[in-house]
């Protein structure tokens, strides 16, 4: 079974403080995708990875993926409560084999 | 555009009960999904399916099954609801030329006695 461990789970940090999450795994991906989620909301696709050590920028997050193409981070630079939610990454493997992390709940207070 | 609707937003089931949540899509998508969403375990595929009148298994198909008889419309049905199918459910769709970019529905949040 392949599992993608997020790491932390929990994060709560001020306002304009970074962060970065860690998205690790044994198995090799195609491609590696980062979503958002608000309570109450389906996930909103972020980024999508796809060449090893691909590095990626929106704005105030910058997404990675790892050369081996099994691991990934997401930094966020000077945090901001608008920030807040849950960050989950997502293998792709095969056509429509989405393999789901098991998410960082983020929460940046002002 | 309304993008991805589910029905209903909340159920509450007893033990042996079954239930159809409906998943709807306006953006003309081939591609449409079950997901359910557990704390911890990420989202896991339930089933999913190509096209209208077609279906496939996913990860966690048991106890569920689906159909697409129209292209807009998705449905997950519960014939004999488990407390172990308590959980946060998620439809999702996408294109046939960016495949990997889902859409999301808001989420049905089901609780099983």
């Known amino acids: 079974t392949q599992l993608l461990e997020q790491s932390p789970q929990f994060l709560s940090i001020q306002e304009g403080e970074n962060l970065t999450v860690y998205c690790n795994s044994s198995s090799v991906f195609s491609s590696l995708q980062w979503y958002r989620q608000e309570p109450g909301e389906g996930p909103v696709l972020l980024v999508t990875v796809v060449t090893g050590g691909e590095v990626k920028k929106l704005k105030r997050l910058t997404f990675q993926f790892g050369d081996a193409r099994k691991d990934s981070s997401l930094h966020i630079t000077a945090a901001q409560p608008g920030d807040t939610g849950l960050y989950l990454c997502?293998?792709?493997?095969?056509?429509?084999?989405?393999?789901f992390g098991t998410g960082t709940r983020l929460k940046v207070l002002a | 555009n309304a993008g991805v609707t589910q029905t209903p937003k909340f159920r509450v089931l007893k033990t042996g009960q079954s239930m159809t949540l409906l998943c709807a899509q306006d953006m003309n998508h081939e591609y449409m999904y079950w997901y359910r969403q557990d704390p911890g375990m990420g989202l896991r595929l339930i089933h999913y399916?190509?096209?209208?009148?077609?279906?496939a298994k996913g990860e966690v198909p048991d106890g569920y099954n689906v159909s697409r008889l129209k292209k807009q419309n998705f449905l997950l049905g519960l014939e004999s609801a488990a407390p172990s199918q308590t959980s946060v459910y998620f439809c999702a769709s996408s294109d046939r030329e960016v495949v990997d970019t889902q859409y999301f529905g808001p989420g049905t949040r089901l609780t099983v006695l």
């Open positions: 997502a293998g792709i493997s095969g056509t429509y084999k989405y393999i």
């Open positions: 399916s190509v096209g209208e009148g077609t279906t």
